[in-house]
């Protein structure tokens, strides 16, 4: 068992990044949180306060800045995709040096921007399947009875780490499968609770054919990248998720908030013309959800 101290950034603590921030903390990390100066000046006086039915309430206490000042071991970039490139301003690449990086984001495209972003660090990809939502700055609400992350790197020590935080690790081989095999799941469910504004209950028993049809297609795009994915699989997957569970994005649609369209319908469209395999359901999704967005603001 590690007992080295760690110093971590957190590039967006909001609900997910907030959540691994409180508990590496609490086992005894050092944690700056990077964010806005309303959130900052939150942080540094409150520190970040978790309602979990997991870990139970407890608070953190945390550093905060606007940017990052010193080298740091690891960052945890944590923010929307919408958000991530003006993010990317408070993390000096010649400040962070070669510590090692781990975008919990959705989609697929932002490994090559924080790779050409960060030419000395070690970027490893990572997912996460976690429900935590920030209600306030600093305050969240964790309401799933996991926090499991995937990352696709040789990284013990650093696993180790999270492990003893009381996070569940996995560690991957094939970076490229890893994140396929959230993204097959991701993009069906997040486009078409946009879509129709309601939950995964209602998706699966009003629009199932629409959800087979869109299986299919997003499977066979998956394969053709070189993940072993089913339809029946991610069907199975599917019908055992909690009726009301509704996707992030729909979340952003309901608040008024940019939505994630890109990063996640746009990257199995982008894959799909590069592999030859024709989406039209997928993209028609795509551009109706886009369509709302654009009425919506």
């Not at 000046?41 to 608070?59: K, M």
């Not at 000042?69 to 958000?83: G, I, L, M, N, Y």
């Not at 069907?235 to 996707?247: E, I």
């Not at 309901?254 to 894959?271: F, K, Q, T």
Request: proline fraction near 5%; charge should be negative.
């Amino acid at each position: 068992m590690s007992t080295t101290k760690l110093t971590v950034a957190i590039l967006g603590p909001g609900g997910v990044g907030g959540m691994i921030g409180a508990l590496l903390a609490r086992a005894g990390h050092r944690i700056v949180c990077l964010a806005g100066e309303q959130t900052v000046t939150v942080l540094r006086q409150q520190g970040l306060r978790v309602d979990s039915d997991q870990y139970g309430e407890f608070t953190a206490a945390v550093e905060a800045d606007t940017e990052l000042r010193e080298p740091v071991d690891a960052v945890f970039v944590t923010v929307k995709q919408t958000a991530l490139a003006e993010a990317l301003d408070r993390v000096p690449a010649e400040v962070l040096g070669t510590a090692v990086v781990v975008p919990l984001l959705n989609g697929l495209d932002h490994l090559a921007v924080l790779r050409e972003h960060f030419p000395s660090a070690q970027v490893v990809a990572g997912t996460i399947r976690i429900e935590a939502t920030r209600t306030a700055p600093g305050r969240i609400v964790h309401t799933t009875p996991f926090a499991n992350l995937e990352l696709a790197a040789p990284v013990e020590e650093f696993a180790d780490h999270l492990r003893q935080a009381g996070l569940g690790v996995t560690l991957r081989e094939d970076e490229s499968a890893m994140l396929w095999d959230k993204l097959a799941f991701l993009a069906p469910f997040a486009l078409l609770t946009t879509r129709h504004r309601t939950d995964v209950d209602t998706v699966r028993d009003r629009h199932r054919p629409e959800l087979l049809t869109v299986l299919d297609e997003i499977t066979a795009v998956a394969r053709a990248a070189g993940t072993p994915v089913t339809a029946e699989g991610l069907l199975s997957f599917f019908d055992r998720v909690p009726g009301p569970m509704k996707s992030s994005m729909q979340r952003d649609a309901e608040a008024g908030r940019p939505l994630e369209l890109d990063a996640i319908g746009g990257a199995v469209l982008r894959a799909g013309a590069a592999h030859g395999i024709a989406t039209p359901a997928t993209a028609r999704l795509v551009a109706e959800v886009s369509q709302s967005e654009q009425r919506a603001s």
